[in-house]
């Protein structure tokens, strides 16, 4: 083998370890989400299934408010001993994080300690999670250079999908082949339970991948210079020299991150409670839209790369305003699966490169020796408030309007704080042809 395949090899098994854990993230996050109906009825016990459902939710979203905590704490980590050490630690609590939440006894057998262990998992694995995403993000754009880094990013926003659409295949399969009964008893479990295998392997994967060369370079200079590699959770080198750095990521992600679960995450539940399909139906529309989202990242990569992350930002904001009351006022009038793919589909477009821009330029906008911390606690506090809460309020706003399409001014008003910070905010890290000053 050639000196440049034995480099794209080497690349192509760095970027795949960085993004296993963001695939065994979303699969869970996914399934919680595919599952939120049958999850509110066996732990919550509710007598309106709204209410159940947004207890469910706001079980969901404890696991978002302690991510920004892990991403600090397990960011610093990384950015001290290495992003390959704290992301086998993520990943493997990750996966015994969510193989337990199948295992969980229901409110029926256990009273008020189901609701209970379900939130405290929900909590661990929000704390793994918040280190896994900077982390790998971090990971894999050091590998990268100006003009194929969103590329190489892109692919932690697909492993994503893959997680999801792993995620959503299973919930299809499931609910086609098990009567209710089966799939309220023990067949909603196996899905969770079978993901303590990705992270298995994923730990794997992970020991026998180097570190980026860019943390390596940096941790040889340190050791060169006699610096101590002590932890340190920077608070106040983030807080102080890169307050606009984390004002921004925070902003940008408030459309990427609401547009994102409220278009993929939720929409099952959207469709079944509030459209009126089947679950089945729900989920093969699902599965079919995270299909487009797959296809669509690595494209979105390379535009971006091309045209620069604000002009590919200001692009996909734009065309979310367009098109998202039409897309939702026609949506909820169909039940034709073939109708709705096509219409989600139209949002999945300005959805992947936002969601590639926000990832690249999240990753170029921190100094190396703090660039996991500083991703990990700006990324996850926007999800954790933008994405986190963003089922629980479509919910509530759809339970307190009677008007299933109120779900759209949630999407428009994010994705007009994505919009502004792109135009005026960025303008003090990018130059005029979109590359980092």
Not at 3 to 26: D, P, T
Not at 82 to 89: F, M, P, S
Not at 150 to 178: K, R
Request: net charge positive; glycine share 10%.
């Amino acid at each position: 083998m050639g000196e440049v395949a034995k480099k794209k090899a080497s690349l192509a098994k760095a970027v795949f370890s960085g993004s296993l854990g963001n695939m065994l993230e979303w699969f869970d996050y996914g399934l919680y989400g595919y599952f939120a109906v049958i999850i509110s009825a066996e732990f919550f016990a509710a007598g309106d299934p709204i209410v159940g459902l947004l207890l469910s939710f706001m079980t969901f979203a404890v696991g978002f408010l302690v991510r920004p905590l892990g991403g600090i704490l397990i960011g610093a980590y990384a950015d001290k001993h290495g992003r390959i050490k704290a992301l086998t630690l993520t990943i493997l609590g990750m996966g015994i994080c969510t193989m337990l939440m199948g295992c969980l006894p229901t409110y029926q057998q256990v009273g008020i300690a189901a609701p209970i262990l379900l939130t405290v998992l929900r909590l661990i694995q929000g704390l793994c999670t918040g280190g896994e995403f900077g982390s790998s993000l971090t990971f894999i754009s050091e590998y990268g250079t100006p003009n194929n880094r969103a590329f190489l990013v892109s692919w932690q926003p697909f492993s994503v999908g893959v997680g999801l659409i792993i995620g959503s295949t299973s919930g299809l399969i499931i609910t086609s082949i098990l009567p209710t009964e089966a799939l309220y008893a023990w067949g909603w479990r196996i899905p969770f339970i079978c993901g303590i295998l990705i992270a298995i392997y994923g730990v794997y994967m992970r020991r026998n991948v180097p570190d980026s060369p860019e943390f390596q370079k940096r941790k040889a200079e340190q050791e060169a210079a006699g610096v101590e590699t002590k932890v340190k959770i920077p608070f106040k080198d983030l807080f102080v020299g890169h307050f606009a750095s984390i004002m921004a990521v925070i902003l940008l992600l408030a459309g990427a991150s609401t547009s994102y679960y409220l278009l993929i995450t939720y929409m099952p539940t959207y469709i079944s409670q509030f459209v009126g399909t089947s679950m089945s139906d729900a989920f093969a529309v699902n599965t079919s839209v995270l299909a487009i989202y797959l296809i669509l990242c690595p494209f979105a990569g390379k535009i971006v790369d091309k045209i620069g992350r604000r002009r590919g930002l200001i692009i996909g904001s734009i065309g979310f305003l367009i098109f998202t009351y039409p897309v939702f006022f026609i949506l909820v009038q169909h039940t034709n699966p073939a109708i709705m793919i096509a219409l989600l589909g139209i949002l999945v477009a300005c959805q992947t490169l936002i969601a590639v821009g926000n990832a690249v330029v999240s990753t170029e906008i921190f100094p190396t020796e703090l660039r996991s911390s500083g991703v990990g606690f700006a990324y996850n506090l926007s999800a954790a408030v933008f994405g986190g809460l963003a089922p629980l309020a479509a919910t509530a706003l759809i339970a307190a309007t009677g008007n299933q399409i109120s779900i759209v001014w949630l999407i428009m008003g994010a994705i007009l704080i994505t919009l502004i910070t792109s135009v005026f905010l960025l303008k003090r890290f990018y130059g005029k042809d979109g590359k980092v000053k």
